[in-house]
Protein backbone atom coordinates (compact mmCIF):
# COMPACT_ATOMS: atom_id res chain seq x y z
CA UNK A 1 0.00 0.00 0.00
CA UNK A 2 1.33 3.22 -1.06
CA UNK A 3 2.24 5.81 2.06
CA UNK A 4 1.29 9.33 2.10
CA UNK A 5 4.18 11.63 1.51
CA UNK A 6 4.69 14.87 3.87
CA UNK A 7 3.07 16.83 0.95
CA UNK A 8 -0.05 15.27 1.30
CA UNK A 9 -0.09 14.93 5.05
CA UNK A 10 0.85 18.86 5.05
CA UNK A 11 -2.39 19.64 2.59
CA UNK A 12 -4.58 17.37 4.77
CA UNK A 13 -3.80 18.98 8.04
CA UNK A 14 -4.38 22.55 6.32
CA UNK A 15 -7.43 21.80 4.91
CA UNK A 16 -8.29 20.37 8.82
CA UNK A 17 -7.72 23.79 10.26
CA UNK A 18 -9.44 25.59 7.55
CA UNK A 19 -12.62 23.10 7.69
CA UNK A 20 -11.89 23.46 11.42
CA UNK A 21 -12.59 19.74 11.74
CA UNK A 22 -9.85 19.52 14.90
CA UNK A 23 -10.19 16.19 15.70
CA UNK A 24 -9.81 14.69 12.30
CA UNK A 25 -6.44 17.33 12.14
CA UNK A 26 -5.30 15.86 15.66
CA UNK A 27 -6.00 12.04 13.58
CA UNK A 28 -3.76 13.67 10.54
CA UNK A 29 -1.14 13.94 13.56
CA UNK A 30 -1.23 10.53 14.87
CA UNK A 31 -0.63 9.44 11.24
CA UNK A 32 1.89 11.33 10.99
CA UNK A 33 3.91 10.03 14.38
CA UNK A 34 3.51 6.56 12.85
CA UNK A 35 4.72 7.18 9.27
CA UNK A 36 7.92 8.30 11.15
CA UNK A 37 8.60 10.97 8.58
CA UNK A 38 10.91 13.54 9.02
CA UNK A 39 8.55 16.83 9.78
CA UNK A 40 9.60 20.00 8.18
CA UNK A 41 8.92 23.52 9.41
CA UNK A 42 5.57 23.83 6.98
CA UNK A 43 4.08 21.01 8.79
CA UNK A 44 5.55 21.83 12.50
CA UNK A 45 4.12 25.58 12.07
CA UNK A 46 0.33 24.07 10.98
CA UNK A 47 0.38 21.80 13.94
CA UNK A 48 1.05 24.96 16.28
CA UNK A 49 -1.34 26.48 14.35
CA UNK A 50 -4.18 23.16 14.81
CA UNK A 51 -3.70 22.84 18.54
CA UNK A 52 -3.48 26.51 18.89
CA UNK A 53 -7.52 26.86 17.49
CA UNK A 54 -8.54 23.79 19.53
CA UNK A 55 -7.49 25.95 22.64
CA UNK A 56 -4.86 23.02 23.14
CA UNK A 57 -1.90 25.74 23.69
CA UNK A 58 0.25 23.08 26.00
CA UNK A 59 0.39 20.95 23.02
CA UNK A 60 1.09 23.76 20.63
CA UNK A 61 3.76 24.71 23.22
CA UNK A 62 5.41 21.37 23.06
CA UNK A 63 5.93 21.37 18.93
CA UNK A 64 7.23 24.82 18.97
CA UNK A 65 9.87 24.10 22.04
CA UNK A 66 10.99 20.80 20.05
CA UNK A 67 11.88 22.64 17.36
CA UNK A 68 14.82 24.78 18.97
CA UNK A 69 16.62 26.33 16.16
CA UNK A 70 14.50 25.71 13.46
CA UNK A 71 12.00 28.32 14.52
CA UNK A 72 10.89 30.37 11.75
CA UNK A 73 9.03 33.58 11.67
CA UNK A 74 5.76 31.55 10.86
CA UNK A 75 7.03 29.73 13.90
CA UNK A 76 7.31 32.46 16.53
CA UNK A 77 4.03 34.59 15.01
CA UNK A 78 2.57 31.52 15.53
CA UNK A 79 3.22 31.00 18.35
CA UNK A 80 2.54 34.09 20.03
CA UNK A 81 -0.72 34.50 18.51
CA UNK A 82 -1.82 30.93 20.09
CA UNK A 83 -0.58 32.37 23.46
CA UNK A 84 -2.67 35.60 22.77
CA UNK A 85 -5.90 33.82 21.45
CA UNK A 86 -5.94 31.61 24.40
CA UNK A 87 -5.78 33.68 27.38
CA UNK A 88 -1.68 33.65 27.70
CA UNK A 89 -1.07 37.06 27.90
CA UNK A 90 1.93 36.73 30.02
CA UNK A 91 3.36 34.52 28.04
CA UNK A 92 2.96 35.85 24.77
CA UNK A 93 4.44 38.77 25.51
CA UNK A 94 7.18 37.51 27.21
CA UNK A 95 7.83 35.38 23.85
CA UNK A 96 7.52 38.70 21.64
CA UNK A 97 10.37 39.67 23.19
CA UNK A 98 12.20 36.09 22.71
CA UNK A 99 11.68 36.16 19.24
CA UNK A 100 13.50 39.74 19.17
CA UNK A 101 16.15 38.13 21.48
CA UNK A 102 16.51 35.49 18.78
CA UNK A 103 16.99 37.95 15.52
CA UNK A 104 13.85 38.04 14.32
CA UNK A 105 11.38 40.82 12.51
CA UNK A 106 8.38 40.56 13.67
CA UNK A 107 5.57 40.28 10.61
CA UNK A 108 1.90 41.71 10.59
CA UNK A 109 0.98 38.51 12.46
CA UNK A 110 3.35 38.97 15.14
CA UNK A 111 2.39 42.70 15.84
CA UNK A 112 -1.33 41.95 15.83
CA UNK A 113 -1.13 39.06 18.07
CA UNK A 114 1.22 40.59 20.77
CA UNK A 115 -1.28 43.97 21.16
CA UNK A 116 -4.19 41.41 21.38
CA UNK A 117 -2.54 40.23 24.54
CA UNK A 118 -1.99 43.54 25.74
CA UNK A 119 -5.39 45.09 25.32
CA UNK A 120 -5.73 45.10 29.24
CA UNK A 121 -5.01 47.90 32.14
CA UNK A 122 -1.91 46.06 33.32
CA UNK A 123 -0.07 45.57 29.89
CA UNK A 124 -1.24 48.56 28.05
CA UNK A 125 1.90 50.11 28.47
CA UNK A 126 3.38 47.66 26.60
CA UNK A 127 1.16 47.86 24.00
CA UNK A 128 1.79 51.92 23.55
CA UNK A 129 5.53 50.41 23.26
CA UNK A 130 4.58 48.56 20.33
CA UNK A 131 2.61 51.21 18.86
CA UNK A 132 5.81 52.54 18.29
CA UNK A 133 7.32 49.69 16.84
CA UNK A 134 4.38 49.14 14.31
CA UNK A 135 4.50 52.68 13.24
CA UNK A 136 8.21 51.74 12.17
CA UNK A 137 7.83 49.24 10.79
CA UNK A 138 5.42 50.33 8.01
CA UNK A 139 2.51 48.31 8.82
CA UNK A 140 0.20 50.25 10.33
CA UNK A 141 -0.35 51.61 6.95
CA UNK A 142 -0.50 48.31 5.17
CA UNK A 143 -2.27 45.86 7.24
CA UNK A 144 -5.80 46.22 8.56
CA UNK A 145 -5.55 44.07 11.35
CA UNK A 146 -3.03 45.69 13.01
CA UNK A 147 -4.92 48.92 12.76
CA UNK A 148 -8.06 47.32 14.11
CA UNK A 149 -6.31 45.61 16.91
CA UNK A 150 -4.90 49.22 17.64
CA UNK A 151 -8.24 50.57 18.42
CA UNK A 152 -9.21 47.71 20.09
CA UNK A 153 -5.54 48.78 22.51
CA UNK A 154 -6.78 52.03 22.90
CA UNK A 155 -10.26 51.91 23.96
CA UNK A 156 -10.34 48.52 26.00
CA UNK A 157 -6.52 48.96 27.58
CA UNK A 158 -6.99 52.44 27.94
CA UNK A 159 -9.88 53.34 27.73
CA UNK A 160 -8.75 56.19 25.37
CA UNK A 161 -11.19 57.01 22.50
CA UNK A 162 -9.41 60.18 21.14
CA UNK A 163 -5.86 57.79 20.44
CA UNK A 164 -8.66 55.41 19.05
CA UNK A 165 -10.34 57.61 16.50
CA UNK A 166 -6.79 58.78 15.54
CA UNK A 167 -5.70 55.25 14.71
CA UNK A 168 -9.00 55.27 12.92
CA UNK A 169 -8.66 58.55 10.79
CA UNK A 170 -5.00 57.40 10.15
CA UNK A 171 -5.92 54.30 8.54
CA UNK A 172 -5.11 54.27 4.96
CA UNK A 173 -7.24 51.78 4.11
CA UNK A 174 -11.03 50.53 6.17
CA UNK A 175 -12.91 47.94 5.28
CA UNK A 176 -17.04 46.89 7.24
CA UNK A 177 -15.29 45.86 9.74
CA UNK A 178 -12.94 48.60 10.68
CA UNK A 179 -15.89 51.16 10.91
CA UNK A 180 -18.36 48.92 12.44
CA UNK A 181 -15.67 48.38 15.23
CA UNK A 182 -15.24 52.39 15.79
CA UNK A 183 -18.72 52.79 15.64
CA UNK A 184 -19.31 49.82 18.27
CA UNK A 185 -16.70 51.18 20.85
CA UNK A 186 -17.89 54.66 20.56
CA UNK A 187 -21.64 53.04 21.72
CA UNK A 188 -20.37 50.69 23.98
CA UNK A 189 -18.21 54.05 26.11
CA UNK A 190 -21.45 55.59 25.90
CA UNK A 191 -20.24 58.08 23.63
CA UNK A 192 -23.35 57.59 21.47
CA UNK A 193 -23.55 61.23 19.45
CA UNK A 194 -20.18 59.91 17.96
CA UNK A 195 -21.36 57.03 17.22
CA UNK A 196 -24.03 57.69 15.28
CA UNK A 197 -22.09 60.42 13.66
CA UNK A 198 -19.50 58.46 12.53
CA UNK A 199 -22.23 55.47 11.29
CA UNK A 200 -23.51 59.00 8.96
CA UNK A 201 -20.10 59.11 7.47
CA UNK A 202 -20.25 55.32 6.93
CA UNK A 203 -23.36 55.63 5.31
CA UNK A 204 -21.59 58.09 2.81
CA UNK A 205 -18.54 55.47 1.98
CA UNK A 206 -18.66 52.48 -0.53
CA UNK A 207 -19.51 49.86 2.88
CA UNK A 208 -22.64 48.67 3.37
CA UNK A 209 -23.08 47.68 7.27
CA UNK A 210 -23.69 44.60 8.69
CA UNK A 211 -25.89 43.59 11.48
CA UNK A 212 -23.12 44.36 13.85
CA UNK A 213 -22.99 47.72 12.57
CA UNK A 214 -26.71 48.62 12.56
CA UNK A 215 -27.17 46.65 16.30
CA UNK A 216 -24.60 49.33 17.76
CA UNK A 217 -25.87 52.36 16.04
CA UNK A 218 -29.61 52.06 17.18
CA UNK A 219 -28.36 51.16 20.69
CA UNK A 220 -26.50 54.80 20.30
CA UNK A 221 -29.97 56.08 19.10
CA UNK A 222 -31.48 54.64 22.29
CA UNK A 223 -28.96 56.05 24.35
CA UNK A 224 -30.28 59.58 22.59
CA UNK A 225 -33.34 58.50 22.61
CA UNK A 226 -33.70 59.70 19.24
CA UNK A 227 -37.11 58.23 18.00
CA UNK A 228 -36.90 59.73 14.67
CA UNK A 229 -33.38 58.83 13.83
CA UNK A 230 -34.94 55.22 15.52
CA UNK A 231 -37.74 54.89 12.88
CA UNK A 232 -34.99 55.64 9.81
CA UNK A 233 -32.55 52.94 11.13
CA UNK A 234 -35.88 50.69 11.61
CA UNK A 235 -36.56 51.14 8.11
CA UNK A 236 -32.98 50.34 6.69
CA UNK A 237 -32.83 47.08 8.75
CA UNK A 238 -35.63 46.53 6.77
CA UNK A 239 -34.35 47.22 3.87
CA UNK A 240 -31.30 45.29 4.49
CA UNK A 241 -32.95 41.92 5.27
CA UNK A 242 -31.76 42.22 8.91
CA UNK A 243 -35.56 42.56 10.51
CA UNK A 244 -35.02 38.82 11.98
CA UNK A 245 -31.75 38.97 13.34
CA UNK A 246 -31.39 38.55 16.72
CA UNK A 247 -29.22 41.08 17.61
CA UNK A 248 -30.75 43.51 15.49
CA UNK A 249 -34.05 42.78 16.78
CA UNK A 250 -32.96 43.46 20.98
CA UNK A 251 -31.21 46.46 19.79
CA UNK A 252 -34.67 47.74 18.11
CA UNK A 253 -36.80 46.45 21.07
CA UNK A 254 -34.54 48.71 23.56
CA UNK A 255 -34.70 51.71 21.03
CA UNK A 256 -38.40 51.52 20.95
CA UNK A 257 -38.51 50.85 24.56
CA UNK A 258 -36.30 54.15 25.26
CA UNK A 259 -38.09 56.17 23.05
CA UNK A 260 -41.75 55.48 23.76
CA UNK A 261 -44.20 58.42 24.00
CA UNK A 262 -47.36 58.78 26.93
CA UNK A 263 -46.11 55.68 28.09
CA UNK A 264 -46.80 53.64 25.29
CA UNK A 265 -44.89 50.22 24.36
CA UNK A 266 -46.58 49.45 20.92
CA UNK A 267 -43.73 50.10 18.33
CA UNK A 268 -41.19 47.73 20.75
CA UNK A 269 -43.92 45.11 21.60
CA UNK A 270 -44.49 44.41 18.03
CA UNK A 271 -40.72 43.95 17.22
CA UNK A 272 -40.44 41.25 19.59
CA UNK A 273 -43.54 39.37 18.65
CA UNK A 274 -42.07 39.72 15.12
CA UNK A 275 -38.91 38.21 15.76
CA UNK A 276 -38.51 34.41 14.96
CA UNK A 277 -36.21 33.36 17.08
CA UNK A 278 -35.34 34.79 20.85
CA UNK A 279 -32.72 34.32 22.91
CA UNK A 280 -31.78 35.48 26.98
CA UNK A 281 -30.80 38.93 25.89
CA UNK A 282 -34.18 39.04 23.51
CA UNK A 283 -36.73 38.47 26.48
CA UNK A 284 -34.61 40.92 28.99
CA UNK A 285 -34.57 43.96 26.55
CA UNK A 286 -38.74 43.65 26.75
CA UNK A 287 -39.25 42.82 30.30
CA UNK A 288 -36.79 45.98 31.14
CA UNK A 289 -38.57 47.92 28.82
CA UNK A 290 -41.83 47.13 30.02
CA UNK A 291 -40.58 48.02 33.69
CA UNK A 292 -38.82 50.67 32.51
CA UNK A 293 -41.17 51.96 31.10
CA UNK A 294 -43.87 52.45 33.94
CA UNK A 295 -47.08 50.94 34.30
CA UNK A 296 -46.20 47.78 32.66
CA UNK A 297 -45.24 46.17 35.64
CA UNK A 298 -48.36 42.65 34.95
CA UNK A 299 -46.89 42.65 30.96
CA UNK A 300 -43.30 42.42 32.76
CA UNK A 301 -44.21 39.42 35.29
CA UNK A 302 -46.53 37.60 32.22
CA UNK A 303 -43.65 37.88 29.83
CA UNK A 304 -40.95 36.83 32.88
CA UNK A 305 -43.36 33.58 33.39
CA UNK A 306 -43.29 32.84 29.60
CA UNK A 307 -39.73 32.53 29.45
CA UNK A 308 -39.25 30.80 32.25
CA UNK A 309 -41.30 28.13 31.30
CA UNK A 310 -39.76 28.00 27.33
CA UNK A 311 -36.30 26.88 26.48
CA UNK A 312 -34.72 29.37 28.11
CA UNK A 313 -36.96 27.95 31.52
CA UNK A 314 -33.76 25.77 33.10
CA UNK A 315 -31.03 28.45 32.38
CA UNK A 316 -32.92 30.76 33.96
CA UNK A 317 -33.46 28.08 36.89
CA UNK A 318 -29.96 27.55 37.57
CA UNK A 319 -29.53 31.97 38.20
CA UNK A 320 -32.48 31.59 40.86
CA UNK A 321 -30.62 28.82 42.49
CA UNK A 322 -27.08 30.29 43.07
Known amino acids: ?109 CFTAVIRACRDYDNAWIGRVVFGSVLKSGYFESNLCVGCELIELFTKG ?32 GLAKDAVDLFLEMELSEFVPDSFTLSSVISACAELESFQLGQQLHSRVIRSGLALDVCVGCSMVDMYAKCATGGSFDESRKVFDRMPNHNVMSWTAIITGYVQCGGHDYEAIYLFCEMIHGPFGQIISLFLVY
Open 1 to 109: MTQPDLVSYSLVLKSCIRSFNFDRGKLVHSLLIESGLKLDNVVKNSLISLYSKCGDWETANLIFEAMEKDRDLVSWSAMISCFANNHRKFEAITLFYDMLESGHYPNEF
Open 158 to 189: MGDLDSARKVFDRMPERNAVSWTLMITRYAQC
